[in-house]
C-alpha cells in the first residue's frame, strides 16, 4: 500500500479528492503524489502520470465518480471493471463508435460485442472517445438491457455531434485530400458519419476516405471533373501513414456514398526501394474515375 505523499500545492484538494475516488472505483492503488504527477500500481505493475494530464483529466474534480474513473483509466491504458460502466445513462452520452482490427480477437478486447463491417474490418462500440476507452462486451449490454444496432446508433449520434468541418484540415502533399484529426477522439469510427462532417453538395458523389490509423481518417470528397490527381495523392498520403510507427488498421480505399462504404481494390507492388499502387479501372472505380472526369 502507498504511503500518502502529499501532492503538488498546484493541485486542489478537489481535484485531489476526485483521483482517489477514481483509482478506488478502478480498484487499483494509489495515488503516490511526486512533485511532477502520481504513480499508480495496477496488477503490481506502476503507471505514472504526469501533473499536466492529470490536470487535463480532473479538470471537472465534481463529475460522477464513474466518468472520473475511465477518464483515469484511459490516461493508464487499463479497462475498467463493468461495475464503473453500469450505469447506462451516465454512460450513454460516452458511447461511441469504433473501427477495430481483426487482430483484437485474439487481444484483451476479445470479449467486445462486434459486428463485420467494410474491408473485413470489426465495429464496436467504446465508452470513451480515446482509443484506450473500454469497448461495450455483451455481458454489458445484457446488464443495460439493450441490442448491439440502437447502441450503434446512439454512438454515431454521439460522435456527429462532437466533430465538425473545423476538425478538416487540407493535406499540403495532397491537394483536395482532407485529414479528420481531434485532440481527444478517435476519429476512425467518423467513417460511419461521414454525412455529418461533409457539405450537402457532396451527398450525391460521396466521398472516398480511408483510416490508415484508429486516430487518422483522409477523406477526399468527390467532385465531379476534379480529376485523377487527389485519388492518387490520397493513395499516396495512406502509405506514407503505414510506414509511420503507428498500429496500422487499414491501406484500403473506400467510396462512401448513401451511408455505403464499397472497396475500391488496389494493389501495392514493391520495386526495390519505390512502391507503385495499381488500381484497375473496373467496377466501381471505373465509375468514379468517369466522375472525375478521368475516363472518357
Not at 92 to 102: A, F, G, N, Y
Not at 103 to 131: H, I, K, N, Y
Not at 188 to 208: I, M, Q, Y
Request: hydrophobic fraction near 45%; charged fraction near 20%.
Amino acid at each position: 500500500m502507498f504511503g500518502r505523499a502529499r501532492p503538488p500545492e498546484s493541485f486542489s484538494a478537489a481535484k485531489v479528492q476526485a483521483v482517489e475516488d477514481a483509482a478506488r472505483a478502478l480498484g487499483i492503488e494509489g495515488p503516490r503524489w511526486a512533485r511532477d504527477g502520481a504513480t499508480f500500481t495496477h496488477r503490481n505493475e506502476p503507471r505514472h502520470l504526469d501533473l499536466a494530464e492529470l490536470e487535463a483529466r480532473f479538470e471537472r474534480p465534481d463529475r460522477p465518480v464513474p466518468i472520473s474513473a475511465l477518464a483515469l483509466a484511459a490516461g493508464l491504458r487499463i479497462t475498467p471493471g463493468p461495475d464503473v460502466i453500469a450505469d447506462f445513462q451516465l454512460m450513454k452520452p460516452l458511447l461511441r463508435p469504433r473501427i477495430l482490427h481483426e487482430r483484437e480477437l485474439s487481444g484483451p478486447r476479445r470479449a467486445m460485442c462486434r459486428r463485420d463491417t467494410f474491408g473485413g474490418m470489426l465495429q464496436a462500440v467504446a465508452v470513451g472517445g480515446e482509443s484506450a476507452a473500454p469497448l461495450v462486451t455483451s455481458q454489458t449490454l445484457d446488464r443495460w438491457g439493450i441490442d448491439f444496432e440502437p447502441l450503434f446508433d446512439q454512438a454515431c449520434a454521439n460522435l456527429a455531434a462532437v466533430l465538425g468541418p473545423e476538425h478538416l484540415h487540407s493535406v499540403s502533399a495532397a491537394p483536395g485530400v482532407l485529414s479528420l484529426l481531434h485532440d481527444w477522439e478517435t476519429v476512425s469510427g467518423a467513417a460511419f458519419v461521414l454525412d455529418a462532417l461533409f457539405p450537402r453538395d457532396f451527398a450525391v458523389s460521396g466521398v472516398v476516405f480511408s483510416v490508415p490509423h484508429q486516430n487518422l481518417l483522409l477523406a477526399m470528397p468527390v467532385s465531379p471533373g476534379a480529376g485523377a490527381e487527389g485519388l492518387a495523392g490520397l493513395v499516396q498520403v495512406i502509405y506514407m501513414a503505414a510506414d509511420s510507427p503507428a498500429e496500422l488498421l487499414s491501406t484500403s480505399v473506400f467510396w462512401w456514398r448513401d451511408g455505403v462504404a464499397t472497396y475500391l481494390p488496389m494493389t501495392a507492388v514493391e520495386d526495390g526501394r519505390s512502391r507503385r499502387i495499381h488500381m484497375e479501372a473496373r467496377g466501381p472505380l471505373d465509375e468514379l474515375l468517369r466522375i472525375l472526369g478521368a475516363l472518357d
